[in-house]
């Protein structure tokens, strides 16, 4: 058995309690879901205020952390309730959780092949599944993403290397009134301006095009709103 003095670097009966602890916890939480309010914000402010701390100088009991944890998670809105009905955000599948676990925990690098070829396999095998389910040729390629967010920016990066120039402040990035208010976001992060950024009405979220801004449109430049945080059309 591995001995250590790093708190950082438990031993293995020290890992086995965190994750018996940690599992106790959250065995407790999948069960109470059926009769799970969708919200529960009575309070959430002021605990919130009662967090608000320095740097600790020493660490504390992983069930104290734990404590804190739980106490946290209850006050909020329950995404993974059956009393929420909002579409964004869902509530979380346990099974991606315990991946998320796993994936953590070995850390491996797929960003290169040689690193983890195995490992990289199972990434591409996601990858092309997701391919084919939407029609795209075998050649197609692609990454998976943290989320929606980086997913539209790294679509919008691909389009502006693909239909623009260098000098692609020429081009313009057309959105429908109902694209979700991360494009227009992307699109600024990508270096385009919000002049740039226009309404469109072709039925397609997210257009990438050559030429003037200023003769493309004369409607106003898609800003982000509430009502933009709708689904998107692929």
Known sequence: MRETSYPLEPTGDQVRAMLEAATDSLVEFFESLPNAPASDLEGAEELARSLREPAPARGVAFADLLAVVRQSAAKGLDTAGPGYLAYIPGGGLFAAAVADLLANTLNRFVGMWHTSPAMAQLEWNVIR????????????????????????????????????????????????????????????????PPANVRVSRTGSSLIVRPGSSRSASSRPPARPTPERWTRSKR
């Open 129 to 192: 599944w997701l391919a084919d389910l939407f029609g795209y040729p075998p050649e197609a390629r692609g990454v998976l993403t943290s989320g929606g967010s980086m997913a539209n920016l790294s679509a919008l990066l691909a389009a502006r290397k693909a239909r623009l120039p260098d000098d692609f402040l020429s081009g313009t990035v057309y959105v429908t009134d109902q694209t979700h208010a991360s494009v227009t976001k992307v699109a600024m992060l990508a270096g385009f």
